[in-house]
């Protein structure tokens, strides 16, 4: 008998194995992940239905690998490369969170990476009730809580930028307006432009009146020193 027939007399292929312990929990990794990542892509964020369900199938293949390849070797754990699984998912998710002037975006997303990589360790493991759960409450987190968070609880974001000459000396005149109309201060940055004798005031308000901006450009109107406003 030769070498090849050897090889291929050894191979014994399981059907009813592939299928349970291989397929359903890949195909399905696909389907959980792409779910929660669809929620990314139709928010526009940075990653979004592939990267949510590569995550979500390379953690689900790393931990099938884990119980199958290394569980009866003696002196290791396979708990290890679920561990390793997640340390190496904090580097991905750090990657989709980015600061853009004062405010910091892309956590929700990097915490939906996080929540479909133990998916993917739940589905690999074959504790499909938990990766179902999983994935039904991380679903309902980033979509129905994100439309409370919005209309009920978070308070619309402003960021003011106003540019003034340097001989500008009413600034507690300017946060006590802001205070005047109703608007909290969640932060403030102040500059001084060199080349162009300029100060600039950047302040991140937060406030329910949806005529905020044309309140707050009539108001500061009233300041002569005042050379440019922008409100994003």
């Given at each position: 008998?030769g070498?090849?027939?050897?090889?291929l007399?050894?191979?014994?292929?399981d059907?009813?194995f592939?299928?349970?312990?291989?397929?359903?929990?890949?195909?399905?990794?696909l389907?959980?992940g792409?779910l929660i990542g669809f929620q990314?892509?139709?928010?526009?964020?940075?990653?979004?239905l592939?990267?949510?369900?590569l995550v979500?199938?390379?953690?689900t293949v790393?931990?099938?690998?884990?119980?199958?390849?290394?569980s009866?070797l003696?002196?290791?754990d396979?708990s290890?490369?679920a561990a390793?699984?997640?340390?190496?998912?904090g580097?991905?998710?750090?990657?989709?969170i980015f600061?853009q002037?004062t405010?910091?975006?892309?956590?929700?997303?990097?915490?939906s990476i996080?929540?479909?990589a133990?998916?993917?360790?739940?589905?690999?493991?074959k504790?499909?009730?938990l990766?179902v759960?999983?994935?039904?409450?991380g679903?309902?987190?980033l979509?129905i809580?994100?439309?409370?968070?919005?209309?009920?609880?978070?308070?619309?974001?402003y960021?003011?930028?106003?540019?003034?000459?340097?001989?500008?000396?009413d600034l507690?005149?300017?946060l006590?307006?802001?205070?005047?109309i109703?608007?909290?201060?969640?932060?403030k940055?102040?500059?001084?432009?060199?080349?162009n004798?300029?100060k600039i005031?950047t302040f991140?308000?937060?406030s329910?009146?949806?005529?905020?901006?044309?309140?707050?450009?009539?108001?500061?109107?009233?300041?002569?020193?005042?050379?440019?406003?922008t409100?994003?």
């Amino acid at each position: 008998m030769g070498l090849g027939q050897k090889l291929l007399s050894e191979i014994q292929f399981d059907y009813i194995f592939f299928i349970s312990d291989i397929l359903m929990p890949c195909f399905l990794a696909l389907i959980f992940g792409g779910l929660i990542g669809f929620q990314r892509e139709k928010a526009e964020r940075p990653a979004g239905l592939r990267t949510h369900a590569l995550v979500c199938l390379g953690s689900t293949v790393f931990t099938i690998v884990s119980y199958l390849g290394f569980s009866s070797l003696a002196g290791v754990d396979p708990s290890r490369v679920a561990a390793g699984i997640v340390a190496g998912i904090g580097f991905i998710g750090a990657g989709v969170i980015f600061r853009q002037g004062t405010l910091i975006k892309g956590v929700a997303t990097a915490a939906s990476i996080w929540i479909v990589a133990s998916i993917g360790i739940a589905l690999g493991t074959k504790l499909y009730y938990l990766a179902v759960l999983a994935t039904i409450l991380g679903f309902v987190t980033l979509s129905i809580l994100k439309y409370i968070e919005d209309k009920v609880i978070k308070l619309p974001n402003y960021i003011v930028r106003i540019t003034v000459s340097e001989n500008f000396k009413d600034l507690n005149k300017m946060l006590s307006l802001f205070k005047r109309i109703s608007v909290y201060i969640k932060s403030k940055k102040y500059e001084f432009d060199d080349e162009n004798n300029k100060k600039i005031y950047t302040f991140n308000l937060l406030s329910k009146d949806s005529e905020l901006p044309s309140h707050i450009i009539k108001e500061l109107s009233k300041f002569k020193e005042i050379k440019k406003i922008t409100i994003n």
